[in-house]
């Protein structure tokens, strides 16, 4: 299968929640490659890196999200950029 790689910005209560730390556990169980980094605007924002059928998971597990978020929005656009191995937390952009 080919890898595909997806950039995807989660709007709603995600900061506080442990969303980037939830999306690194999740994101890692299926094995997709990328990152997660909380936004100045109050949103989440990764790129998805692997198979399609798993990036495909991984965006519907962010429409939900961890217990405590309230997820109103999931943009989704293409990562046209190469994507490093293994899942990583990054800083506030």
Not at 24 to 46: F, I, Q
């Amino acid at each position: 299968m080919s890898q595909q790689a997806v950039h995807v910005r989660i709007v709603g209560r995600v900061q506080g929640v442990w969303y980037r730390g939830w999306t690194v556990d999740a994101a890692t169980s299926l094995g997709l490659s990328g990152w997660v980094r909380n936004r100045r605007d109050g949103s989440v924002e990764a790129v998805f890196s692997g198979n399609q059928s798993a990036i495909d998971q991984m965006i519907e597990k962010c429409r939900i999200g961890p217990h405590s978020a309230r997820v109103d929005q999931v943009l989704v656009e293409p990562e046209n950029n190469e994507v490093q191995p293994g899942f990583n937390q990054l800083p506030t952009d």
